[in-house]
């Protein structure tokens, strides 16, 4: 069953991952981290799974995941639906949504899935709050005063990209900025990439009636 992104207070799920590769191309997810937020921005749930792509996993330097780790994990398939019951009818939030949603699309186009799933990147209001020359999440975390949790793994990223969010929403319901002076007054534009990923106004309001669509 769809379900649709409702109006007036619409909820949303902050989503990690870590991959085997920089590109759904070249490589697999391996862990999945998802953080529901109510419409007041308070945590609901928390969801983490590792998973077997099935090859080889990458910089374990960097993610800190070995091979021997995902033996035993589910496939992205064996939890696709549980993924899905996380993310319909709330709206995607990421750090960097262009990365995270290209593999998204790729799992599920794998499975002969079509998936249409509304966005919002944390990266996009950074340059207007902060005054950051990087928008990566440690240094939006280092600027802002969060605390990190586990980095490079995905619940520890995606609990931290909940915290920025839910600081970046809170400073535009009050108009205001950390060490800026220029408050942007427009954030009602789409931004359409490629490979069908799509990213919809910051403004929650602007994201009111987007249907979440995952086919099986």
């Not at 391996?30 to 099935?54: C, H, K, M, R």
């Not at 944390?122 to 709050?129: D, N, Q, S």
Request: charged residues 20%.
């Amino acid at each position: 069953m769809l379900k649709e992104v409702t109006s007036v207070a619409p909820t949303y799920a902050v989503v990690d991952l870590e991959t085997s590769a920089l590109s759904p191309e070249y490589g697999r997810i391996i862990e999945v981290g998802i953080v529901q937020l109510s419409a007041e921005l308070e945590v609901e749930q928390t969801w983490q799974t590792l998973l077997n792509p099935g090859a080889g996993v990458g910089r374990s330097d960097i993610h800190g995941i070995r091979r021997a780790d995902v033996l035993d994990a589910p496939t992205f398939g064996q939890v696709a639906d549980k993924i899905a019951e996380l993310l319909n009818g709330r709206i995607i939030v990421a750090h960097n949504t262009r990365f995270d949603l290209s593999f998204l699309h790729a799992e599920y186009h794998q499975l002969g899935r079509r998936v249409h799933l509304p966005a919002l990147c944390t990266c996009i209001p950074a340059k207007h709050f902060i005054p950051t020359p990087s928008r990566s999440l440690q240094s939006c975390c280092e600027t802002t005063g969060i605390t990190r949790q586990r980095v490079h793994s995905a619940l520890g990223d995606a609990t931290d990209t909940a915290e920025l969010f839910t600081l970046f929403m809170r400073l535009a319901a009050d108009g205001k900025q950390i060490g800026r002076t220029a408050y942007p007054t427009e954030w009602q534009r789409v931004i359409t990439g490629e490979d069908g990923v799509s990213e919809i106004s910051f403004d929650p309001l602007a994201a009111v009636n987007v249907p979440i669509k995952i086919r099986g």
